[in-house]
């Protein structure tokens, strides 16, 4: 089947122009870039047909490729991870504005699955320990698949456990957590794509807040006295975090993203910027 003739096929998965571009870099085995100026190239038929019959079982492009950008670098990504969201690229890029010309920071990355947003950080920052810690032994081997792929694996713990009973002797500089924030309600009207995502890296109990409360009510134990938690949010939860926020008297400020939806919440123990 030729390049063309798959792109007319998958048309009636509307996928992001970037998906198709990335199935097809991947069935041709050459460079994204590439795979854009290949419209008469032959894909094998029997790939072609299996990648169309994947999609028709709305497989998302990420597991069907195994991996996914995030940030400008390649992840690899399975069906045992969250596929990085465009989105979480908000929360990088307000850590990257306040920590750049910072030394030594200690970072954890809460809820990490794939890796995605700490391993962004070692990558940008200077960062002297990082702690990456997920209760998915599968997700944090990926995250450890990821850490050697870029060749990061020196000063980086991998814990796995569940953060609702986690007690810690390290205090961090930076607590970045990307958590499960969909309630339970929520759940049977997301796309089957995403459902095809582990159940537990998208629903989280307490109408999609415990993740938040818990790790709140934690602040004093998890930061440094200068310490600063970045959570990404669900679209119509910033009120409610930053309710929960004031009562556990700490502060708040909130960061849209490119839609002008609430996504980053950004909290610390004083009112003077970070
Ligand atoms: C929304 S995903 C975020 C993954 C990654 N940080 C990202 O942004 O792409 C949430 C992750 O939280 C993990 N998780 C779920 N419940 C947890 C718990 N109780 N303790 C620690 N991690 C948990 C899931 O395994 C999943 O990897």
Redesign the pocket.
């Known amino acids: 089947m030729t390049v063309n003739s798959f792109i007319k096929r998958a048309e009636k998965y509307n996928l992001p122009v970037s998906q198709v571009y990335d199935l097809i870099s991947f069935m041709l085995n050459i460079g994204y870039s590439e795979a854009k100026y290949t419209f008469d190239k032959e894909i094998d038929d029997e790939a072609a047909e299996n990648v169309l019959s994947q999609l028709e079982k709305k497989e998302p492009c990420a597991y069907i490729t195994g991996r996914r950008e995030?940030y400008g670098r390649e992840f690899i990504i399975n069906r045992n991870?969250?596929?990085?969201?465009i989105e979480?690229e908000i929360l990088v890029e307000e850590v990257i504005k306040r920590y750049k010309d910072k030394e030594n920071i200690e970072l954890i990355?809460?809820?990490?699955?794939?890796?995605?947003?700490?391993l962004t950080l070692m990558q940008e920052l200077n960062i002297s320990f990082l702690t990456l810690?997920?209760?998915?032994d599968n997700?944090l081997h990926v995250s450890r698949q990821n850490a050697e792929k870029f060749n990061i694996t020196e000063n980086i713990e991998f814990v796995c456990?569940?953060?609702?009973n986690?007690t810690t002797e390290i205090k961090y500089d930076i607590v970045v957590?990307?958590?499960?924030?969909i309630a339970e309600k929520e759940y049977g009207f997301l796309q089957e794509e995403v459902k095809k995502e582990?159940y537990?890296?998208?629903v989280?109990e307490d109408n999609g807040l415990i993740?938040y409360k818990k790790i709140l009510s934690n602040f004093k134990n998890l930061c440094k006295s200068n310490g600063v938690i970045f959570f990404?949010i669900g679209v119509s939860q910033a009120y409610s975090v930053i309710e929960y926020v004031s009562a556990c008297n700490l502060y708040a400020e909130c960061v849209k993203d490119y839609s002008g939806n609430d996504r980053v919440i950004i909290v610390k123990n004083s009112k003077r910027g970070i």
Do not use: K, M, Q, V
Not at 161 to 164: A, E
Not at 177 to 181: G, S, V
């Open positions: 995030f991870t969250l596929i990085p969201r979480t990355d809460i809820c990490s699955g794939s890796g995605a947003i700490g810690l997920d209760i998915d997700a456990s569940d953060i609702l986690y957590c990307n958590p499960p924030y582990p537990h890296a998208l989280a993740f990404e």
